[in-house]
């Protein structure tokens, strides 16, 4: 079965810091791009960024560029979100997201919970 | 980018068929076949329910169908069940080499 499990939300001041983690399973990791999408309260999708299979492409929003890094590791099936100096807007719901062609999501995971707030 | 526009909510009863729009531009649904349409229940993640403008991932319902006309999309949904009542969200790839996200649709099975 195709599986993607994020942890590493929580609550966290602005200017902080936090690193979101993906653990993949099911499928030839390696192979595929993945996406971060996140959902702010009662909002809509909102994408984040993208790192193709073997992170020679890597793109952002243009509100998170400067603060957030992709990052992967093929060897251990895991996406990462590293996130800085973040902000209130930035409060939402991170997914996890394998990518088909053209940044198509066919698969999400469940999403992680992070809430920036003073 | 901005999003895609769809509208906030529409409606409709048990066997009926209803349609959402998806309005981008000609640097997103205008440019390119890949629009997707995604399904989300209340708490929990989206799911593919339409690529590609038209494909149906497998285990996707027959109902369920999409097209789109220059620099609209859209979702159809024949046959109206109670389990489809969620929200809807399009997508697009875009010339900036990125994904962009409709504002969603609410689904309410009267």
């Known amino acids: 079965e195709v599986q993607l499990v994020e942890s590493g939300g929580g609550l966290v001041k602005p200017g902080g810091s936090l690193r979101l983690s993906c653990a993949a399973s099911g499928f030839i990791f390696r192979s595929y791009s993945m996406n971060w999408v996140r959902q702010a309260p009662g909002k809509g999708l909102e994408w984040v960024s993208s790192?193709?299979?073997?992170?020679?492409?890597?793109y952002y929003t243009d509100s998170v560029k400067g603060r957030f890094t992709i990052s992967r590791d093929n060897a251990k099936n895991s996406l990462f979100l590293q996130m800085n100096n973040l902000r209130v807007e930035d409060t939402a719901v991170y997914y996890c997201a394998r990518v088909q062609h053209h940044l198509l999501v066919d698969v999400w995971g469940q999403g992680t919970t992070v809430t920036v707030s003073s | 980018q901005s999003a895609l526009t769809q509208p906030a909510s529409v409606s409709g009863s048990p066997g009926q068929s209803i349609t959402i729009s998806c309005t981008g531009t000609?640097?997103?649904?205008?440019?390119?076949?890949?629009v997707s349409w995604y399904q989300q229940h209340p708490g929990k993640a989206p799911k593919l329910m339409i690529y590609?403008?038209?494909n149906r991932p497998s285990g996707v319902p027959d109902r369920f169908s999409g097209s789109k006309s220059g620099n609209t999309a859209s979702l159809t949904i024949s046959g109206l069940q109670a389990e489809d009542e969620a929200d809807y969200y399009c997508s697009s790839y875009t010339s900036s080499s990125t994904v962009v996200f409709g504002g969603g649709t609410k689904l309410t099975v009267l």
């Open positions: 000609s640097s997103d649904v205008g440019n390119y076949n890949y």
């Open positions: 790192i193709s299979s073997s992170s020679n492409y890597i």
């Open positions: 590609d403008v038209t």
